[in-house]
């Protein structure tokens, strides 16, 4: 299983961004894919959700502002981020859970206030 993450970088409080993660080696449209986020000094939490049928979970603090979605010909799950604010900034993970955790290199996304 490989999984590669892309699309981080620096923008503006109220900015916008969109990661991407490529998936190999893995039956892609029947696993459920996760978005995760690491801040300096805390705990990797769970951002985002998508299951087999596009059923989708968000954290509290960013529901209403991302929107996770796949394609699940490309093999590719994403992230959009919209309003974003000066505690989004964290090092996100594409996620797959099967008999053990998969994850991604990882992309680091940086607000500025």
């Known amino acids: 299983v490989q999984l590669q993450a892309c699309g981080g970088g620096l923008v503006q409080t109220g900015g916008s961004l969109r990661l991407s993660c490529a998936a190999a080696?893995?039956?892609?449209?029947?696993?459920?894919m996760n978005w995760y986020r690491q801040a300096p000094g805390k705990q990797r939490e769970l951002v985002a959700q998508?299951?087999?049928?596009?059923?989708?979970n968000y954290a509290d603090s960013v529901k209403g502002r991302f929107t996770v979605s796949r394609d699940n010909v490309r093999r590719r799950l994403y992230l959009q981020m919209s309003d974003m604010k000066p505690e989004d900034t964290a090092v996100y993970y594409c996620?797959?859970?099967?008999?053990?955790?998969?994850w991604g290199q990882g992309t680091l996304v940086t607000v500025s206030s």
């Open positions: 996620n797959l859970r099967l008999n053990r955790d998969f």
């Open positions: 080696g893995i039956n892609f449209g029947i696993n459920t």
């Open positions: 998508i299951t087999s049928n596009r059923t989708t």
